[in-house]
Each structure stands twice: as C-alpha cells, then as structure tokens.
C-alpha cells in the first residue's frame, strides 16, 4: 500500500505562484513513477505532470510547460509541482498519484492517489 497527501493549494491571483507537496508513505519502493493531474468542475481529469522517481526525467502537458516544474526530494518520498505564472485556467482540484508503469501520461495507469489540493486563480 502507498499513502498520499497533498498539501500547499490555495487561492492565488493571476500571475501569480503556488508549490505542491505530496508525501508518500508506505511500500514507495514500488514506485516506478509519480504524478500529478488536475480536474476542473465539468472537467475531465487531465495530465499535467509526472517524474521518473529514480531517474528524474520529468514530463509535461503542454498547457503547462515552461510554467510549471516537477521535482522530488529521495529523502522525503515527496514530489513537488512549482506552479508559476499561474492562470485563471489553471484552476482545479490537484492530485497527486503513484505508478509502477511506464504510461506516465495516462490516469488509468497509476494505482494510488491522494485526495486532492484545490488551486483556485483569480483574474
């Protein structure tokens, strides 16, 4: 089993900064991959980024690239999502997810997921 806890969402103005934390506990030593997707209301959940947990190559939807960063601490077992030059668009409810397979991008590929950290931005 692997545990995941979001934390650092809040309300931001446009233009502005927020980073993300997800701590993992548990068997992470299954992890092959973490990511993180967002879901608007009336949204399907979407890819936004994910990272090689041993490697540290990094992927991004193109909606965000360049605006955002992914990165992890070892130590921790957390993953973090630096979201800069945010926008009215960007908001949604974020989740942090485990994967053990190499489909990074695809949700239906991750087995664990925490609960949720909601980004609002305002214009």
């Known amino acids: 089993q692997v545990q995941l806890v979001e934390s650092g969402g809040g309300l931001v103005q446009a233009g502005g900064s927020l980073r993300l934390s997800c701590a993992a506990s548990?068997?992470?030593?299954?992890?092959?991959?973490m990511g993180w997707f967002r879901q608007a209301p009336g949204k399907e959940r979407e890819f936004v980024a994910a990272?090689?947990?041993?490697?540290?190559?990094?992927y991004y939807a193109d909606s965000v690239k360049g605006r955002f960063t992914i990165s992890r601490d070892n130590a921790k077992n957390t993953v973090y999502l630096q979201m800069n030059s945010l926008k009215p668009e960007d908001t949604a409810v974020y989740y942090c997810a485990v994967t053990w397979r190499p489909r990074v991008k695809e949700p239906d590929e991750y087995a664990y997921w925490g609960q949720g950290t909601q980004v609002t931005v305002s214009s």
């Open positions: 548990g068997r992470t030593f299954i992890t092959y991959a």
């Open positions: 990272i090689i947990w041993s490697a540290g190559n990094t």
